[in-house]
């Protein structure tokens, strides 16, 4: 059984479709896995197995009366822990919503279950998805499975991990800033952030809104391309969702890449980047030159100050995003407050982790008369033109190259005492998130520690089929996916 998690959901459908094996079986044998392995990782918050074993038994009785099998159906699937699932916890790993039960369902937990998807679990992330290395979680911190004394990446720290460990074949994250496709380049595993508004984020509990997106994690690209088009589509019931037709992106994966161009994005490779991390890039580089892509040089000049508009930016809307969250309506209230005001202060004191005080603390400063314009005004114009910078670039090349992140995991507690430090780990994947263009993160080989490294190939909006087309013609040219984690 341990074998069959190691495959792909691809491997896995035929083998359930050939009646080699059943979806229970399968869902049976990723608790088994969960059960062996989640000491160690500790990617969940919780377990959602009646449910799971419940669609299961659907697809069974679905494959026994010849009935025509949805996409991934079958498949174990783990949600984001800040994704609504109706009956289950969705505590966001912070304490102020410890015990809040979803009353509805995200739309694309609704999606999955439409799909006959058996959801296993709730993935731990950092607290409200703010970090990146999912040492902010206050139900504990996610270990790497591939060294449990390093950090996974974050937030989506738990879906990566528990891809990368074989608890699930595929995981739903949300990346803000590059919170799946950090995690996925750190655990060597692929992780794909969508164009803004092609995934709903209805149900999704907001950072910032303007950022988020929810996508996928799987072991190979094939798998994401799959879970992406599951997840895609119009929804009435969130206004930035995108009216545009869901593509069959598995079609475009294997075309011929010869004659398109490459932009390797010269501001992420030179200083701070490792010599492995340089060298991987570099080996894809030739790769890509190799299967006939013509491969440029390209600078985004206004790329050094994605960080300082992120910053500025996020901060501001968790700030009032989060300004639900005051112990009147749900979640977490202090015990022994004498009046409203003590019950707001107090509530939010004992109820957030120092990362969420941190951003609420810089997002309302930025935001308070004086400083907005000094502040949020001016860091939305160059958010402008960090879109123009990429619209300029995308009129030369189809994609863009670069490392996922400039080092590869780095040991629990190195980063934690310095945020300006953990916040330039996502140095390389903020920019995607201002532009609202897609992304993806393959497993691109190993650092001298065995640490997995992940190359980012980035393509204008809306263009996920050639996003796929890129990552899937490197993948399988290498072997990188085919290693999974020892534990």
Same mark, same amino acid.
């Given at each position: 059984?341990?074998?069959?998690?190691?495959?792909?959901?691809?491997?896995?459908?035929?083998? /359930?479709?050939?009646?080699?094996?059943?979806? @229970?079986?399968?869902?049976?044998?990723?608790?088994?896995?969960?059960?062996?392995?989640?000491?160690?990782?500790?990617?969940?918050?919780?377990?959602?197995?009646?449910?799971? /074993?419940?669609?299961?038994?659907?697809?069974?009785?679905?494959?026994?009366?010849?009935?025509?099998?949805?996409?991934?159906?079958?498949? #174990?699937?783990?949600?984001?822990?800040?994704?609504?699932?109706?009956?289950?916890?969705?505590?966001?790993?912070?304490?102020?919503?410890?015990?809040?039960?979803? +009353?509805?369902?995200?739309?694309?937990?609704?999606?999955?279950?439409?799909?006959?998807?058996?959801?296993?679990?709730?993935?731990?992330?950092?607290?409200?998805? !703010?970090?990146?290395?999912?040492?902010?979680?206050?139900?504990?911190?996610?270990?790497?499975?591939?060294? =449990?004394?390093?950090? +996974?990446?974050?937030?989506?720290?738990?879906?990566?991990?528990?891809?990368?460990?074989?608890?699930?074949?595929?995981?739903?994250?949300? %990346?803000?800033?590059?919170?799946?496709?950090? +995690? &996925? *380049?750190?655990?060597?595993?692929?992780?794909?952030?969508?164009?803004?508004?092609?995934?709903?984020?209805?149900?999704?509990?907001?950072?910032?809104?303007? =950022?988020?997106?929810?996508?996928?994690?799987?072991?190979?690209?094939?798998?994401?391309? !799959?879970?992406?088009?599951?997840?895609?589509?119009?929804?009435?019931?969130?206004?930035?969702?995108?009216?545009?037709? @869901?593509?069959?992106?598995?079609?475009?994966?294997?075309? %011929?890449?010869?004659?398109?161009?490459?932009?390797?994005?010269?501001?992420?490779?030179?200083?701070? @980047?490792?010599?492995?991390?340089?060298?991987?890039?570099?080996?894809?580089?030739?790769?890509?030159?190799?299967?006939?892509?013509? @491969?440029?040089?390209?600078?985004? #000049?206004?790329?050094?100050?994605?960080?300082?508009?992120?910053?500025?930016?996020?901060?501001?809307?968790?700030?009032?995003?989060? &300004?639900?969250? %005051?112990?009147?309506?749900?979640?977490?209230?202090?015990?022994?407050?004498?009046?409203?005001?003590?019950?707001?202060?107090?509530?939010?004191?004992?109820?957030?982790?120092?990362?969420?005080?941190?951003?609420?603390?810089?997002?309302?400063?930025?935001?308070?008369?004086?400083?907005?314009?000094?502040?949020?005004?001016?860091?939305?114009?160059?958010?402008?033109?960090?879109?123009?910078?990429? %619209?300029?670039?995308?009129?030369?090349?189809?994609?863009?190259?670069? #490392?996922?992140?400039?080092?590869?995991?780095?040991?629990?507690?190195?980063?934690?005492?310095? #945020?300006? *430090?953990?916040?330039?780990?996502?140095?390389?994947?903020?920019?995607?998130?201002?532009?609202?263009?897609?992304?993806?993160?393959?497993?691109?080989?190993?650092?001298?520690?065995?640490?997995?490294?992940? =190359?980012?190939?980035?393509?204008?909006?809306?263009?996920?089929?050639?996003?796929?087309?890129?990552?899937?013609?490197?993948?399988?040219?290498?072997?990188?996916?085919?290693?999974?984690?020892?534990?």
């Amino acid at each position: 059984m341990e074998e069959l998690l190691k495959q792909s959901a691809s491997q896995q459908r035929k083998a /359930l479709l050939n009646k080699e094996i059943s979806a @229970v079986e399968l869902a049976n044998a990723s608790f088994a896995r969960i059960d062996e392995v989640e000491d160690k990782v500790k990617a969940f918050n919780s377990l959602t197995k009646e449910s799971a /074993l419940e669609t299961a038994k659907k697809v069974d009785d679905m494959i026994a009366k010849g009935e025509e099998l949805p996409l991934l159906a079958g498949i #174990p699937t783990v949600l984001k822990d800040n994704m609504n699932f109706k009956g289950s916890k969705t505590t966001a790993s912070s304490k102020i919503l410890e015990n809040f039960v979803s +009353p509805y369902n995200a739309t694309v937990t609704e999606k999955l279950l439409n799909n006959y998807v058996p959801i296993v679990a709730k993935a731990n992330l950092d607290e409200f998805a !703010m970090g990146s290395s999912n040492e902010n979680s206050a139900f504990g911190k996610v270990h790497n499975p591939w060294n =449990l004394n390093k950090v +996974p990446g974050g937030s989506s720290g738990g879906s990566a991990a528990s891809v990368a460990s074989c608890e699930a074949t595929l995981a739903l994250g949300s %990346d803000t800033g590059g919170s799946i496709r950090l +995690p &996925a *380049s750190f655990c060597g595993v692929v992780g794909m952030k969508p164009t803004y508004g092609r995934v709903s984020r209805y149900g999704l509990i907001a950072f910032a809104s303007s =950022l988020d997106q929810i996508g996928p994690f799987a072991r190979t690209v094939e798998d994401a391309a !799959m879970l992406l088009q599951v997840i895609s589509g119009l929804d009435e019931r969130d206004s930035t969702s995108l009216n545009v037709p @869901v593509e069959d992106y598995t079609k475009s994966l294997n075309n %011929d890449i010869k004659g398109r161009k490459i932009g390797v994005i010269t501001d992420l490779m030179g200083e701070g @980047v490792s010599n492995d991390v340089r060298k991987a890039v570099e080996n894809a580089i030739d790769t890509y030159k190799q299967l006939g892509a013509d @491969v440029v040089e390209v600078s985004l #000049p206004t790329l050094k100050y994605s960080i300082g508009i992120y910053y500025i930016l996020a901060t501001a809307e968790c700030s009032s995003n989060l &300004a639900r969250f %005051d112990g009147v309506k749900y979640g977490y209230r202090c015990a022994d407050a004498n009046n409203l005001l003590e019950m707001y202060t107090k509530t939010r004191a004992e109820g957030f982790g120092a990362e969420v005080k941190r951003r609420i603390m810089l997002g309302t400063y930025a935001l308070s008369s004086g400083y907005y314009d000094a502040y949020y005004k001016k860091a939305q114009k160059m958010r402008r033109l960090v879109k123009e910078d990429f %619209d300029r670039v995308f009129e030369q090349v189809d994609a863009l190259i670069s #490392p996922t992140c400039p080092n590869t995991a780095f040991d629990m507690g190195a980063r934690m005492a310095d #945020p300006l *430090s953990m916040y330039l780990t996502d140095i390389a994947t903020i920019s995607a998130n201002l532009a609202g263009i897609p992304g993806i993160s393959v497993p691109a080989g190993f650092d001298s520690e065995n640490m997995p490294i992940g =190359l980012q190939i980035l393509t204008p909006q809306l263009k996920e089929s050639d996003l796929f087309n890129f990552a899937y013609k490197f993948e399988q040219e290498h072997d990188y996916y085919k290693t999974i984690a020892k534990l």
